[in-house]
């Protein structure tokens, strides 16, 4: 009897696909160039140029900065649930100097760990912002996205912020603990107060004495225009203080 072989069929050699990519993945990393991931350059004591992305000792010569990472984004540390409430209702809170409730308002803020921009309420074109913004002359005032608040009190304050969805308790980020705050009217000049006030009534009485001289029409016509030109004084500096409003925009973006 013959004995019997049995056949083997061959078997393919060829690599399957998910190894050929995981090899080709491997190669390309080790191929890639140390400088490609460096942030500093420098020349050791003996001559060797290095690449790292660690600060280069004392003794380095020709020190260069390759790159630097971008600063994080404070935003990306809040809470999912702070971020939405300050997305939908952003805090402002409006100061002034010398304001001892102010003080306590922005405490408290920061100590819930609620996101806010402050604004400056120190010039004549700060105040008239504030008031063209629906607010009286009391500080501190807050705006909790569409809702005004006058004046400071805790309670209150809480009972708003967990009503649109801010957190009872988190912690507020150092970077935006430090964020100082910025005049409401953008490159507002402090003016005395007063002196508008003053001027209009420099203006309208030199105006009425004009108006009573018996020398004719020539002091009233000076006058008048010492008036006129008060008053486009005036005006000049309410245009320039609304065209500057724009760049109160909120800083912290979420």
């Keep these: 009897m013959k004995p019997v072989i049995a056949s083997r069929k061959s078997r ?17 990393l080790l191929a890639a160039s140390p400088a490609a991931l460096a942030q500093y350059k420098y020349v050791a004591p003996d001559g060797t140029v290095t690449y790292t992305d660690r600060l280069p000792p004392a003794d380095a010569r020709g ?3 390759l790159r630097q990472p971008p600063p994080p ?16 209702h952003p805090v402002t809170l409006y100061t002034t100097n010398d304001c001892l409730p102010c003080q306590a308002a922005r405490e408290h803020l920061t100590r819930r760990g609620v996101p806010f921009i402050e604004r400056m309420v120190n010039t004549a074109a700060d105040m008239a912002r504030f008031r063209e913004l629906g607010f009286r002359n009391s500080f501190p005032a807050l705006a909790i996205g569409a809702q005004k608040v006058f004046g400071y009190q805790s309670a209150e304050l809480d009972g708003m912020l967990t009503g649109v969805g801010y957190p009872d308790s988190a912690v507020l980020p150092v970077a935006m603990r430090r964020t100082p705050p910025q005049p409401l009217a953008a490159e507002s000049v402090p003016v005395p107060r ?12 030199e105006l009425a004495a004009a108006g009573s001289a018996d020398d004719g029409g020539g002091a009233q016509d000076a006058a ?16 320039a203080a609304s065209s500057a409003a724009a760049s109160t925009a909120p800083l912290i973006r979420f």
């Design 12 to 28: 393919s050699t060829k690599p399957a696909a998910p190894a050929v990519l995981f090899a080709g993945a491997c190669t390309l």
């Design 73 to 88: 984004d404070p935003a990306a540390q809040l809470s999912y649930e702070t971020r939405m409430a300050a997305r939908k």
């Design 194 to 205: 007063g002196t508008e006030a003053a001027a209009e009534a420099s203006a309208q009485g």
């Design 63 to 65: 020190v260069t900065t």
């Design 224 to 239: 008048t225009k010492a008036a006129t030109d008060a008053r486009r004084d005036r005006g000049r500096t309410q245009s």
